[in-house]
């Protein structure tokens, strides 16, 4: 039991640098209007490939506060082509919650250089979605993106159910270690009842 707790230990340790928070709040207004320095470097930087078309996106500041305005740029490139989307793109937000199907629209974008640049203002600190959705050649395509708002927590729902799990097993411990303190108590104690009982026996003989 000790060895099994030592090990969850060592998994809180390095599960929670991984792990997110759990928290889920409304969502914030979009902004469209920016004052953010372009050379901001973004916070995130995804590049990933769906259909016929690879897609870089990034989110800008370095660090989203809540009631601060920040932006998403979006790339998309035909792979087979190369030539930069052309098409409208929409982006919406939902907060990151397997209970919440809140969705709101951030806006509508046309390209701006080849980049989709979308504003957004979140009121609240929490983990959001942004989906980035478009149609080119006849087929819808949605992308994805999660969005940190503020500082993360220093422990998620993952280090959460960690910890549960720990108390459990060391509150199972402790039982079992009260259970074999009584049962040798009550097996002393039968002991020397035995034993009194067996020199009653041999003084009456």
């Known amino acids: 039991m000790k060895t099994i707790t030592c090990i969850l230990l060592v998994l809180i340790y390095w599960l929670f640098p991984l ?16 004052n953010e320095d372009s050379n901001t470097p973004p916070s995130m930087q995804v590049e990933t490939r769906i259909g016929s078309y690879f897609v870089n996106y990034m989110v800008f500041p370095a660090f989203p506060k809540p009631g601060k305005p920040g932006k998403i740029n979006l790339y998309a490139t ?18 990151d919650s397997w209970f919440s199907d809140n969705e709101e ?12 640049r979308q504003g957004f203002v979140f009121s609240e600190t929490g983990d959001y979605i942004v989906t980035a959705t478009f149609e080119t050649g ?3 395509y949605v992308i994805d993106f999660p969005l940190r708002i503020g500082q993360p927590a220093p422990i998620g729902p993952l280090g959460v ?6 108390l459990i097993l060391i509150g199972v411990s402790l039982i079992q270690r009260q259970r074999l303190q009584n049962s040798k108590i009550r ?15 041999s003084n009456k003989s």
């Open 161 to 166: 159910t960690v910890v549960v799990i720990v």
């Open 78 to 95: 035909n792979i087979d082509t190369g030539k930069p989307l052309t098409e409208q793109v929409t982006f919406k937000v939902r907060d």
């Open 19 to 34: 792990t997110t928070v759990m928290a889920h709040h409304v969502l914030g207004r979009p902004a469209y209007s920016l």
């Open 187 to 201: 097996n002393a104690h039968q002991e020397m009842r035995q034993h009194k009982a067996e020199a009653l026996d």
């Open 105 to 116: 629209q951030l806006g509508i974008q046309l390209p701006d250089d080849n980049v989709f």
């Open 138 to 140: 006849g087929e819808p």
